[in-house]
């Protein structure tokens, strides 16, 4: 599976938005951009993904570079309960005998300051 | 109440004893997933299961039984512990297997 690059640590103020960075230069034209969060003590969370275009929903925006090979999750405006530890994933989208697993990097930590 | 649910929160248990951890989840979804997540490895698929009575093998699978009788129920057992089997263990299961995984809170095993 494709790499993902992402920083160790990011920190941002309550209220304000943030982006968080994600590399990877060796996708390829089938694989997806997914992005999970893992708040403390709990199980990580499906936040968004996308394959070209930039996309949104309730939680986030994915800004997916023209060539692919980065993107960025935008939280509109963070909240404390925003602070956890995001992971970019690349999923192919042509499964084939693949079991689907997600592959999780070490993520970036999200501190949000009051 | 629906979502994915895991049995026990937390457990401690001896080196050589049989533990199982229960996964649930009211969703119907075809597949689900046991990982395990340690400090500096992220989280490592154990087992999975395409549908019930279907299972297969992930990337840490030794030392682990899984069993899909029903649709809805996914537990994994360790058949002897030891104590690098001492982690937090997660569940998660998705309707088809290109859809978003839903996870539960997690276990949390400490083996003795």
């Known amino acids: 599976d494709a790499k993902t690059t992402q920083p160790n640590s990011m920190e941002s103020n309550e209220e304000e938005p943030v982006h968080l960075p994600c590399n990877h230069s060796?996708?390829?034209?089938?694989?997806?951009i997914h992005w999970y969060r893992q708040l403390p003590s709990q199980g990580p969370e499906y936040v968004i993904h996308?394959?070209?275009s930039n996309v949104n929903n309730r939680m986030a925006s994915l800004a997916i570079a023209e060539d692919r090979k980065s993107s960025t999750l935008i939280l509109h405006r963070a909240t404390l309960r925003d602070a956890a530890v995001y992971y970019c994933?690349?999923?192919?989208?042509?499964?084939?005998?693949?079991?689907?697993?997600?592959?999780f990097g070490k993520g970036t930590k999200l501190s949000v300051k009051p | 109440d629906a979502g994915i649910t895991q049995s026990p929160r937390y457990k401690i248990t001896e080196t050589g004893r049989q533990v199982t951890l229960m996964c649930h989840q009211t969703?119907?979804?075809?597949?689900m997933f046991w990982y395990r997540q340690d400090l500096g490895h992220g989280l490592r698929l154990i087992y999975y299961?395409?549908?019930?009575?279907?299972?297969d093998k992930g990337e840490v699978p030794d030392g682990y039984v899984v069993s899909r009788s029903k649709t809805e129920n996914f537990p994994l057992t360790l058949e002897s512990a030891t104590r690098s089997q001492t982690s937090v263990y997660f569940c998660?299961?998705?309707?088809?297997?290109?859809?978003?995984?839903?996870f539960g809170d997690g276990t949390r095993l400490s083996i003795l």
């Open positions: 060796t996708i390829s034209g089938t694989d997806y």
């Open positions: 996308g394959l070209t």
């Open positions: 969703w119907s979804h075809s597949y």
């Open positions: 299961s395409a549908a019930a009575d279907i299972t």
């Open positions: 994933i690349l999923r192919d989208s042509d499964y084939g005998g693949s079991q689907g697993n997600l592959i």
């Open positions: 998660a299961s998705s309707h088809r297997v290109d859809q978003p995984q839903h």
